[in-house]
């Protein structure tokens, strides 16, 4: 079980906008720690995306925005394209258990 | 550009020991902090175990506390997972990540990771 949590799979259609949540705890997200986002495309090795609200490596589009509020944090990915159909992990770091910690992973599917 | 490449993966009997290592090239090694990632056949991301740029400090997961050591070699632009005790459910792709600066910030390049499997 993981200490944050994120639904297993989301899935939209080409053009729509879709949020993945990743729900944790005063001792991490709560706690004030950056939530960052990570995507990984089906046999290959993660790829950071996103930190915050808006702070994403270069060649990755302005599509994909982060949010956080309390003791969660979201992805967004608005405009899908077949392309983003992959696995999204949130990661922070747990004060209370003095590790880094990763969500359970969210399949995304572009139906 | 920044390159992790990890090597020492295979196929290992439980109790036994394997170490890992990812090299690193494209930046300067000796400023960053390094981790090692794990992932289990057909599930998520596991953290693992992360050292400061200069080894000084280390921190480990419940799961490997005790069994696993990171350790790196600035002089080689290297940073090790050395794995004792080993478990069947060690099983997994073991990635080494660098952090892009600090201590709690992303993991900023990945390499593209190594597979080790405990079985008897």
């Known amino acids: 079980q993981s200490v944050l949590t994120q639904p297993p799979s989301v899935s939209g259609a080409p053009g729509q906008r879709v949020t993945i949540s990743c729900t944790g705890s005063?001792?991490?997200?709560?706690?004030?720690?950056?939530v960052h986002w990570y995507q990984q495309l089906p046999g290959t090795a993660p790829k950071f995306l996103i930190s915050?609200?808006?702070n994403r490596p270069s060649g990755v589009p302005d599509r994909f925005s982060g949010s956080k509020s309390g003791t969660s944090a979201s992805l967004a990915i608005s405009g899908l394209q077949a392309e983003d159909e992959a696995d999204y992990y949130c990661?922070?770091?747990?004060?209370?258990?003095?590790?880094?910690?990763f969500g359970g992973g969210t399949k995304l599917t572009v139906l | 550009q920044v390159q992790l490449v990890e090597s020492g993966g295979g196929v290992v009997q439980p109790g036994r020991s394997l170490r890992l290592s990812c090299a690193a090239s494209g930046f300067t090694f000796s400023i960053n902090a390094m981790h090692w990632v794990r992932q289990a056949p057909g599930k998520g991301l596991e953290w693992v175990a992360i050292i400061s740029h200069d080894g000084s400090n280390k921190y480990y997961a419940d799961s490997v506390k005790g069994r696993f050591t990171i350790s790196r070699d600035n002089s080689k632009n290297t940073v090790y997972l050395q794995m004792n005790s080993l478990r069947v459910e060690d099983t997994a792709v073991y990635y080494c990540?660098?952090?892009?600066?600090?201590?709690?910030?992303?993991?900023?390049?990945w390499g593209q990771g190594t597979l080790v499997t405990v079985s008897s």
């Open positions: 005063s001792s991490n997200i709560g706690a004030g720690y950056d």
């Open positions: 990540a660098r952090v892009t600066s600090g201590w709690y910030n992303w993991f900023d390049s």
């Open positions: 990661q922070s770091y747990d004060s209370s258990l003095s590790v880094w910690v």
């Open positions: 915050g609200y808006s």
